[in-house]
Structures are given as C-alpha cells and as structure tokens.
C-alpha cells in the first residue's frame, strides 16, 4: 500500500514537471500530499500537520522571493578587501630583508655540546669506575670531536686549550643537505 502512495505521488510530480504548473506548484502540491498523509488516521496528530503546512509556506514563498532576502543581505554585510602597500619591502635589498627576519631568533638560546666520544657501559661497570679508572670511546685518537646544537651535529673539529680552558676549532662545517637527512 504505501509503495501505491509512493507511485502514485511520484507520477503526480513527473506529470506536474511535464506541464506548465512549475516547480512552486510541484512543491506546493508535493507538500500538501505530504500533510494529507501525515493526518491520515493513525499518523502522526495536529501538532505534525501544523509544521508541516508552516514549513510548505514558508518553503513556497523563499521559491517565489528567489531566496533575494538571503543576498541582499549578505551583500550588505560584504566589505572591500583592504590590502597593506608592500611596495617599499618588496624594493628593499634582500641583505636587509634576511638581516631583517634574522633580527627575530637571535637571541633565542641554544645548547652547544662537544662531543669526544661515545661508549656503552653496564651498570655493574659504571658502579666499578673510580678515580684514575680509563673509560675507552668508540673514537680513535685524532679523529675530530662532534659539535652538537640542541642535540643535532653541525659541526667536527678539533680540541684545543685556549687560556688554560678546553675550545674546539671548528675544521668541517655540516651542510643544510646533510642536516636535513639526518632529520630522517
């Protein structure tokens, strides 16, 4: 029964698309169909039929204003773009630009570690050191020492003493290549 309903509205709206009637009354037609059937016995009761019939009109009238409400609306609320003249910073040099944007992060702190060497040591082994006791890297002597900042290699070089303190003279400088593969 309720696929007769259904066939039976559905041609309506093919026959009513067909002729001259238009889309508000196919609408208008479709909806009121849609309200019969809702106060139908045993479906659903007055309050349903009263939105439902709402909903027709208004839905009818927005298709007979061509929703214009809606735009002249948003039209009204619509601005003009403001754009900033960049003209002056796009003329700059580019060595003021890059002095410019290095301005921001140079006082940003960063930790810089030199590293001889690196080795593994059990627990039972760490407990045994003591004063005098040798601890063999993973390095050979003469190879350079690893220059780290924020735990990432930038640098090799080699130790030196400068005013009784420890230094390092840098002898290779990481590339941005290499830099970036290590981040991989």
Same mark, same amino acid.
């Given at each position: 029964?309720?696929? &007769?309903?259904?066939?039976?509205?559905?041609?309506?709206?093919?026959?009513?698309?067909?002729? %001259?009637?238009?889309?508000? &009354?196919?609408?208008? /037609?479709?909806?009121? &169909?849609?309200?019969g059937e809702a106060s139908a016995p045993g479906?659903?009761?007055?309050? /349903?039929?009263?939105?439902?019939?709402?909903?027709?009109?208004?839905?009818?009238? /927005?298709?007979?204003?061509?929703?214009? &409400?809606?735009?002249?609306? @948003?039209?009204?609320?619509? %601005?003009?773009?403001? @754009?900033?003249?960049? %003209?002056?910073?796009?003329?700059?040099?580019?060595?003021?630009?890059?002095?410019?944007?290095? /301005? @921001?992060?140079?006082?940003?702190? $960063?930790?810089?570690?030199? =590293? $001889?060497?690196?080795?593994?040591?059990? *627990?039972?082994?760490?407990?045994?050191?003591?004063?005098?006791? #040798?601890?063999?890297?993973?390095?050979?002597?003469? =190879?350079?020492?690893?220059?780290?900042?924020?735990?990432?290699?930038?640098?090799?070089?080699?130790? #030196?003493? *400068?005013? =009784?303190? @420890?230094?390092?003279? $840098? %002898?290779?400088?990481?590339?941005? *290549? =290499?830099?970036?593969?290590? $981040?991989?």
């Open positions: 029964m309720a696929q &007769d309903n259904q066939d039976d509205l559905a041609a309506q709206w093919a026959a009513q698309l067909e002729g %001259t009637g238009g889309a508000d &009354d196919l609408l208008a /037609d479709g909806l009121g &169909d849609l309200v479906k659903a009761g007055g309050e /349903d039929e009263a939105l439902a019939a709402e909903w027709a009109e208004a839905l009818a009238n /927005d298709e007979k204003k061509g929703g214009s &409400d809606k735009l002249s609306s @948003f039209a009204e609320q619509a %601005t003009d773009a403001q @754009f900033k003249d960049m %003209t002056e910073a796009a003329r700059q040099p580019q060595d003021q630009k890059l002095k410019r944007e290095l /301005d @921001f992060i140079l006082d940003i702190p $960063l930790d810089v570690s030199a =590293e $001889l060497g690196r080795t593994r040591l059990l *627990i039972n082994e760490l407990l045994q050191l003591g004063q005098g006791s #040798v601890v063999e890297l993973n390095k050979l002597a003469g =190879e350079p020492l690893e220059v780290f900042v924020n735990g990432k290699l930038v640098a090799r070089g080699e130790a #030196v003493v *400068i005013n =009784e303190k @420890f230094g390092v003279r $840098l %002898t290779d400088i990481i590339s941005p *290549i =290499e830099r970036v593969k290590q $981040l991989g």
